[in-house]
């Protein structure tokens, strides 16, 4: 992000940027007109996978009755999904869903990391096909939740029909439909996108523009520092995002499961 604002700043890129600009370069050095799928995005996505698949392995490879310390930190991250969203959304049928929201809110969580770790500095989520992607998934899970526990007819019947007058449900069936189908993914999806995009923009235009007032006018000079500054300030404002965003998906996540769960409307 640095060196971009810097070279932003000193005019030695096109202004305003256009929209293949959002469109990152592929990072292989080969093929690069057939690789365009593989930019620094999907290499960050990979990793966090692979973090992730590593840090449980090892951490569960010789499990001991006093945890080591790796140990003690997997145990806890699932812990708490599992006490804390799981069980307290979903009630004690939540644990058998804690493995998968512990996989959600560790991935969102260091995939939303990136974008105040050094030399990394931008979220994947701040490209809206990450977050739609995960919230399909969690779309998809908890109809089928659903559909297994209740039936085809009577989950549907559980969605759209509340309960409420005959004569007002003509009313509150479209609504209810568009909530429970269309809403639901396109507000996870937008939430965590917006926040981390919006984060990522706040980030640079401080950055950019501390640049800019450094090779502008020698008075502005100084009040490059004011910039760089607030940038650091948003930095832990971001990192309190990137941890609060990661708990709002998987809380969300889990009131849809326990809704699809109920008896219910």
């Known amino acids: 992000m640095f060196g971009q604002a810097n070279v932003l700043a000193q005019g030695q890129a096109e202004f305003p940027p256009s929209v293949e600009d959002f469109y990152l370069p592929s990072i292989l ?21 692979g973090v992730l ?16 310390k790796k140990q003690w930190f997997a145990e806890s991250i699932y812990g708490f999904v599992r006490n804390n969203i799981a069980v307290d959304m979903i009630g004690h049928q939540g644990v058998r869903f804690a493995p998968y929201f512990t996989t959600l809110f560790c991935f969102v969580l260091l995939t ?10 931008i ?12 919230a399909v998934i969690s779309y998809v899970l908890f109809n089928w939740i659903g559909i297994r526990h209740h039936g085809f007819v009577k989950y549907v ?19 209810e439909f568009f909530s429970t189908f269309l809403v639901r993914p396109f ?7 917006a926040n981390m995009f919006a984060g990522h923009m706040l980030l640079l235009v401080f950055t950019l523009g501390g640049f800019a007032m ?16 607030m940038t650091i300030a948003l930095t832990f404002l971001e990192f309190l995002v990137i941890c609060l965003q990661a708990y709002v998906f998987t809380v969300l996540t889990a009131s849809y499961v326990q809704g699809a769960l109920a008896e219910e409307h």
Do not use: C, E
């Open 29 to 49: 050095p080969w093929g690069a007109h057939d690789t365009y799928w593989f930019t620094k995005i999907t290499a960050m996505v990979w990793l966090a996978v």
């Open 214 to 229: 450094l090779n502008a006018t020698a008075w502005l000079a100084p009040v490059s520092v004011l910039s760089w500054v």
């Open 187 to 193: 507000s996870l999806a937008v939430r965590l996108f």
């Open 53 to 68: 698949i590593i840090f449980f392995l090892a951490s569960y490879r010789k499990p001991q009755l006093v945890p080591t």
């Open 157 to 175: 019947k559980n969605s759209l029909i509340p309960p409420a007058p005959w004569y007002i449900l003509p009313l509150l069936i479209p609504i």
């Open 123 to 134: 979220s994947p989520n701040s490209h809206i096909a990450f977050p739609a992607f995960l």
């Open 112 to 121: 939303n990391a990136f974008a105040i770790i050094p030399f990394f500095q």
